[in-house]
Nanobody, 124 residues
Framework: QVQLVESGGGLVQAGGSLRLSCACS????????MGWFRQPLGKDREFVAF????????DYADSVKGRFTISRDNAKNTVFLQMNNLNPEDTAVYYC?????????????????WGQGTQVTVSS
């Protein structure tokens, strides 16, 4: 069983930055590809970014490309999401997710484990 715990969310002004962390326990992070998703209030959960098991490949939603960066530190069993130039449309609960295997995915249904989420609020 894998446990994922997100941290680093909060309130930030438009144009600001936040760095989210996702700590993995129970099994080594290196066995999993990882993703970040978000869910704005009243809307469906949407893909943000993923990173392959090796860290060698990443992908992003068009809405965050050039502003967000996903990375991982397998030695520390932690995945990060650096978010720059935030805008109010980025306001959401952000979730990290783990998928057993090498390849990442932008599909919600592809992931096996989920964290509880961390709130990110961007004020205008």
């Amino acid at each position: 069983q894998v446990q994922l715990v997100e941290s680093g969310g909060g309130l930030v002004q438009a144009g600001g930055s936040l760095r989210l962390s996702c700590a993995c326990s129970g099994r080594p992070l290196r066995a999993y590809s990882m993703g970040w998703f978000r869910q704005p209030l009243g809307k469906d959960r949407e893909f943000v970014a993923f990173i392959y098991q090796s860290g060698g490949s990443t992908d992003y939603a068009d809405s965050v490309k050039g502003r967000f960066t996903i990375s991982r530190d397998n030695a520390k069993n932690t995945v990060f999401l650096q978010m720059n130039n935030l805008n109010p449309e980025d306001t959401a609960v952000y979730y990290c997710a783990a998928r057993l295997g090498y390849f990442g995915s932008n599909l919600y249904s592809a992931y096996d484990y989920w964290g509880q989420g961390t709130q990110v609020t961007v004020s205008s």
